[in-house]
C-alpha cells in the first residue's frame, strides 16, 4: 500500500510532526478536484491530502473516506464547512472513522474545534487575515492555513508576502502559507518567514493524479501571469479566476441576469446534492451570519458550486468557471503527485543548505 520513495529529502516542521505526515505540503480541499484518487496520491507521497466535502453529500463523503483509506494507510484530512446544516453529523464521521486532520474554509464553531481535538482530530481552518487566525487561535484552533491575494477561488487583497509574517507574528501555533507557490524556492521561502510548510492548490490540480480533464488542464497550461482575473461576478465575493469568455461576460451582465443565473443554479444544486428547500435557506442563514454577507450575495453564491463544476468535471470550459492561482502562469507540466513532491522538497532542501552558507561571521 505505502510506496517505496527511496532517499528523498525531508523536511520536518511542527505541521509534519503534528499531522504525522513526511513532508510540509497540504493539497487543499478544492471543490470538485480533491476527492480519493488525488488525495490519495499526496498522502502517498508523504505530503497531506485534504478531501473536498462541501461538494460532497453525507455519503459520497463517506464513500470518498472509505476510498481513500483504501488507497493509502497514511494521515489524510477532509474540509468541512462550517455552516453546513450537517456539520455536526460530518464531525462525527470524521471522528468515527478516524480521520487526522478537518480543515474549515470557514471559522468552525468552537464547539467543534473542542469536539474534534477531544476525539484527536488536528484542526486546521483557513484565513485571510490576521483578525481571523488570532479568533481561531483563541477558539483552540491547532495550527491555521493563511492564504494570500495570489491564491486561486474566494481570495482577499492582501499579497501572501505581506498577510504570512503578519499571522506568523500574531499567532503562536503552526502557520502554512498558501497563494504563489508551487516550487522549491516557494516552500523554502514560506520557511524562513516563520510558516510550517505550504499549502498548493492550483499546482495540484495541475498534476496527472487530478481527476480534472485533460483539455481543462491544457487550459490552464497555456495561461500567463496575466491569465487569471478577481471577480466577484460568480457569487458575489472576490474570487480568483481563470480569464474565460464566461467570466469576461459575468462581468459585463448586470445584476438581474446574476441573480436569475443563481436561482437556476440553486435548483440544479440541490437536485445533485439531495438538500431539502428547508436546508439550503438554513445554509444561507448560516452563511450570511458568518460572514456578514448581503442576501443578494447569499444568493449569488449559488452560482458558485455549479458553474465549477461545469469546467471542473464536465471539462466545459465555455459555460464553466475556473478557479486558479496566479502561480498558473509559471506552470508548464503535469506531474504526478510523487514527483511533484519529491521534486518541491528536494530543491527546498538545496536551496536553504546553500543560503546556510552565506552566513559569514564577523571577527
Known sequence: MTADTGAVATVDTSLT?????????????????AGSRLVGATAEAGGLGILASAT???????????????????????????????????????????????SFALAPRREQIAKLKDHGIVVLPSVGAVRHAEKVASWGADAVVVQGGEGG????????????????????????????????????????YGAAGIAMGTRFLLTTDSTVPAEVKRHYLERDVSGTVVTTRVDGMPHRVLRTDLVEHLESSG??????????????????????????????????????LTWSQVLMAANTPMLLRAGLVEGRTDTGVLASGQ???????????????????????????????????ST
Open 17 to 33: 510532526r503534528l499531522a504525522g505526515v513526511r513532508h510540509p505540503i497540504v493539497q487543499t480541499g478544492m471543490g470538485w478536484v
Open 56 to 102: 460532497m453529500t453525507y455519503d459520497e463523503l463517506a464513500a470518498a473516506i472509505t476510498e481513500t483509506k483504501r488507497r493509502t494507510d497514511r494521515p489524510f484530512g477532509v474540509n468541512l464547512r462550517a455552516d453546513a446544516e450537517d456539520a455536526d453529523r460530518r464531525v462525527d464521521l470524521l471522528i468515527s472513522e478516524g480521520v487526522r486532520v478537518a
Open 153 to 192: 477561488g474566494h481570495t482577499g487583497s492582501v499579497a501572501t508576502t505581506v498577510l504570512l509574517p503578519s499571522v506568523v507574528d500574531a499567532v503562536d501555533i503552526p502557520v502554512v502559507a498558501a497563494g504563489g507557490f508551487f516550487d522549491g524556492r516557494g516552500l523554502a521561502a514560506a520557511l524562513s
Open 255 to 292: 445584476r438581474f441576469t446574476g441573480v436569475v443565473r443563481a436561482l437556476r443554479n440553486a435548483v440544479r444544486f440541490r437536485a445533485l446534492t439531495g438538500l431539502s428547500p428547508v436546508a439550503m435557506v438554513r445554509e444561507g442563514l448560516a452563511m450570511k451570519r458568518g460572514n456578514d
Open 327 to 361: 502561480v498558473v502562469g509559471a506552470v508548464d507540466d503535469l506531474p504526478t503527485v510523487a514527483e511533484l513532491i519529491d521534486g518541491i522538497v528536494a530543491d527546498a532542501a538545496a536551496v536553504l543548505q546553500a543560503n546556510a552558507g552565506l552566513v559569514v561571521r
